[in-house]
């Protein structure tokens, strides 16, 4: 239940917004379920400006805020992220319910618009209605502007497949949508649609063992060949990244792009060419690791919390010089601090195979200072923050405890 919202300070939806953005907009509203609906009911909400809107196989809808002065009009507090429950086909927020929902882009134009033709805009195409008999509403077939269906065969290649399972490793789940600009660039470079690729996302996601674990399904779209390249996956994870990455290179250099262009800004002296030939790619390999290891965390330190991705470091279990065969496996890593980094590299902490801290002799002390009692000495014996996905691997990190003599 999220508090009470002021009608006086909150957008509605159809209503100009004050603020350009990302907004999602409720509406046919209702008090209970079964209430009788005469007409579309009340309007709701238009909330927003927001960073991303992720729905989680239709139970619920997450959203995060630009600012967390927006948040507090909608939450009644400073955090910028949100959840609203789905109670049948309903969405509920602040004690109502609404059948529809819409999400939409305020422009900085629309900002200055007429109140009364902010809403003349076309944002969608009626291509065809039914009656819906259920509800005594009409629905619709919409196509989105700026989002043409291209005449193709729509069976995806091994190598389309494999391009957006690059992007699957390097995005959290709150992205996998068609507004997120590495799915937009991947569906102009395969001349597939935006949607098109963020639903192949989605059904890889409905594949993730992780995923399955917590018992939650997809809605059954995956093909053969989305399962033939997760099996691949868990059999032999570095070979799969490897080919996955130069399938999505393949595609940036017919478009003109370097092959680590989806890296490029985490790399600045190689994109000036500063960097020999030599050490490129071993870069290239650590920056996706890292990509892909901050996804699974959220851009979270598993062991204090920080959110500060330029803090944050992807911390190898196994090192990378020791195991070959395991250096871009995300299931290898472990989302840290820099300082957390530093003392797990050193044997100083260690993670057992039960996802519990273990700290070790030398930062225990009495006599250490308060900074290092509170930030490392009082994780001994916590819980890890897990991952959404690829977990780390019990057997990689009883190896690390074992090589400092924790276990």
Known sequence: MHPATDPSTTPVYGVRPSKPGLYLGLFHGRDTPDQAMHGWGFDGPAIGPLRYFHTTYACSVNVEFVSPTDAQLFTGTHDTLM????????LCFDGKLYGDWTVYVVTPEECFRPPDTFRQNTRLTICADKPNRSRGTRTANICRQGEQHMPRSTDWTRNETLAAFHIYLQLP????????????QLSQWIGRTASAVAMKLVNLASLDPQILASGRRGMGNASKLDQQIWNEFLAANDPVVTEAATSFGHYAEQNGLPPFVDVLDEMPDIAEGKTTTAIVQVRVNQARFRRAILASYNATCCMSGLRVPKLLVASHIVPWSMDTQNRLNPSNGLCLSALHDRAYDQGLITVLPDFTIRVGEALRHAELDPFAQSSLAQCQGQAIRLPERFRPAPAFLEAHARRFGFM
């Open 83 to 90: 959840n609203l429950a789905i109670n049948g086909d309903l």
């Open 173 to 184: 789940f709150g992205q996998l949508h068609r507004n997120q600009a590495r799915i937009v």
